[in-house]
């Protein structure tokens, strides 16, 4: 992959928020990319950044919210192949341990 990306989407309303995050995960597999799901974001990874902002753009459309926050980060790196895991397995090498707690 030759970029990663962080997206959070954040649905603004009082209630609980999983079922629009569920629906803007829902619209990301359209797309050719990777994610991970985390507690705070969603991680992708494409070959082309391209896919990456296409992505975005379709999980924040599919909330259905009056308001929406929605970051993205990218770290596009085209002459470099890039994996989130092999990020974390360096971080973990460096430890001499898993990154997990």
């Not at 009082?14 to 995960?25: F, L, P, T, V």
């Not at 990777?34 to 975005?56: G, K, N, Q, R």
């Not at 990218?74 to 397995?89: G, K």
């Amino acid at each position: 992959m030759t970029a990663i990306a962080r997206l959070e989407i954040i649905p603004v309303r009082e209630e609980r928020m999983s079922d629009q995050i569920a629906a803007a995960i829902d619209a990301l597999d359209q797309f050719d990319i990777s994610y991970e799901l985390t507690p705070m974001d969603t991680v992708i990874e494409a070959d082309d950044v391209s896919e990456i902002f296409a992505a975005a753009e379709a999980a924040h459309d599919a909330i259905d919210e009056d308001r929406i926050i929605t970051s993205l980060e990218i770290d596009h790196q085209p002459e470099r192949e890039q994996h989130t895991t092999d990020r974390v397995a360096a971080v973990e090498h460096e430890l001499g341990r898993s990154a997990q707690g």
